[in-house]
């Protein structure tokens, strides 16, 4: 695929979707990280359910630690693997409070020493609390970047770097959450609705549906 496609590309889907952000609710960097972390397979809508409750009565490093593990897994235990995602949360609250002066690190080193934060969940938070140019590459955005051929890679390593690498700069904060709601809404996993997309024509996927 060629540059002047990828643009092009681009700037349709942000014409598709004005405003691309997270369907994840937070108005915090510290609730966005909590956020992502429950996120891990599961869906936004919820861990947007099980925050609605925690987020008014725990919303800072030291309230969650306060909750303990087993008061915190009160408020989560509808999300999968809630007993580790409880763990590791308390751990990062207190690595939080003792390391960073109960703020969330914007750097990727720091990110990733927190239990429970990988590489994902790290690019999740640098990209939409601080607005940093990474991709957290999802199942959507995997999907979308080898069926489009926009940046095709056989793991989710080596189609972030193609992303980092071809995705126009003008768009490289955006393109995370403009792939993540095309992948979701159009471009679907068993049966994408190409009839209805956007870029049907620039797209490279040779089995398109009607």
Do not use: W
């Amino acid at each position: 695929m060629n540059k002047q496609k990828r643009l092009e590309i681009f700037q349709r889907l942000s014409a598709a979707i004005p405003e691309p952000e997270t369907e994840l609710h937070y108005s915090t960097p510290f609730e966005l990280l909590i956020a992502v972390i429950l996120s891990a397979q599961a869906t936004d809508k919820g861990v947007n359910i099980a925050t609605a409750k925690l987020f008014p009565v725990a919303n800072t490093p030291e309230a969650i630690y306060a909750l303990g593990v087993d008061g915190l897994k009160e408020y989560i235990k509808t999300i999968g693997l809630f007993n580790t995602k409880a763990e590791n949360i308390i751990k990062t609250c207190k690595m939080l409070v003792a390391l960073h002066g109960s703020q969330v690190p914007d750097n990727r080193k720091d990110l990733e020493a927190l239990p429970g934060v990988g590489r994902k969940t790290a690019n999740v938070v640098l990209n939409t609390a601080f607005g940093q140019p990474t991709m957290a590459v999802d199942t959507h955005i995997f999907r979308v970047s080898n069926r489009t051929n926009i940046a095709p890679g056989k793991n989710v390593l080596e189609v972030e770097k193609a992303l980092l690498k071809n995705v126009p700069k003008e768009y490289l904060i955006p393109a995370h959450h403009l792939l993540i709601l095309h992948g979701r809404y159009t471009c679907t996993a068993r049966k994408p609705r190409c009839g209805a997309c956007c870029i049907y024509d620039l797209c490279e996927y040779k089995n398109k549906t009607d």
